[in-house]
């Protein structure tokens, strides 16, 4: 298993790049999607999941972006509603794809 953080100083904001056997999650992206690209590419891995942790006040997430690149789907956590498709991950039960 393969864990980075990715640190942006001037936001205060970490997003962090999680991979195992060539498949790597991308939790709270930056707008600029290129770095967790190029580590994927880099590592010879594919971005498979992207999780939100919460919606964003203090920074534009590159959620929408990374999931057009990669088609990976956005994973919310339950009570989540959105204007655009995500998965919604439920604690102990099964999820549901939300459109």
Known sequence: MYIKQLYTGCLSEAAYYIESEGEAAIIDPLRDIEPYLALAHERNATIKYIFETHFHADF????????AAT???????PETK??????IAKDGKNSASVN
């Open 60 to 67: 534009v997430s590159g959620h929408l972006d990374l999931a």
């Open 82 to 87: 959105t204007g655009f498709p995500v998965h």
């Open 71 to 77: 088609h990976a789907p956005i994973v919310y956590g």
